[in-house]
């Protein structure tokens, strides 16, 4: 083995070891999530655990729509929000992919680790109304002239998350 091939083998490893890391903050991040969310749950009514959730994904909703204009996002690119709205979900661990239909920009998620740490916490099926809430806000601080829909949801048991962008009318 030449000094190169060993080079290349040791980046390898490193990289396979940080990606599972990377793995693993997934799931230590979800797990802070649901303690403080079965935390707010113990503490106060039903109603007001759920306003704090909600207010806890429009917080996420705000910062993400923030960073992206912070990064020079044009605020009605229809695709690029698309993709970098794809790109967060790649690095949360969820699988998805966009398409382009016409004027409007779709993003499809067909696996989400959310889905099963909300089952795994004993709250199955429960993340829809905060990941539509932080979709919402989110495009909301981007722009006012876009909206999102969500057109199916896994955990509506629909095979698919599906969101379309597009230009108000």
């Not at 990377?22 to 303690?35: K, L, R, S, T, V």
């Not at 044009?74 to 004027?103: C, I, N, Q, Y």
């Not at 993340?127 to 876009?146: L, M, R, Y």
Request: glycine letters at 6%; one cysteine or more.
């Amino acid at each position: 083995m030449n000094a190169e091939t060993r080079t290349v083998a040791e980046l390898e490893k490193l990289l396979a070891r940080k990606e599972r890391d990377w793995e693993a903050m997934i799931h230590i991040n979800h797990d802070f999530f649901h303690c403080w969310r079965r935390a707010a749950e113990e503490t106060l009514s039903a109603q007001d655990a759920n306003r704090m959730l909600m207010r806890f994904w429009e917080l996420v909703g705000i910062g993400t729509g923030e960073m992206y204009l912070q990064r020079g996002g044009k605020p009605e690119d229809l695709e690029k929000l698309a993709f970098t709205m794809m790109r967060a979900s790649h690095v949360m661990g969820e699988t998805a992919h966009m398409a382009l239909e016409g004027d409007a920009s779709v993003l499809v998620h067909t696996a989400c680790p959310w889905m099963d740490s909300f089952r795994d916490t004993g709250a199955p099926n429960q993340c829809q109304a905060g990941c539509d809430h932080w979709f919402q806000t989110t495009i909301k601080t981007i722009s006012p002239k876009v909206r999102v829909v969500t057109e199916s949801a896994l955990p509506a048991g629909d095979s698919t998350c599906t969101r379309r962008f597009s230009l108000k009318k």
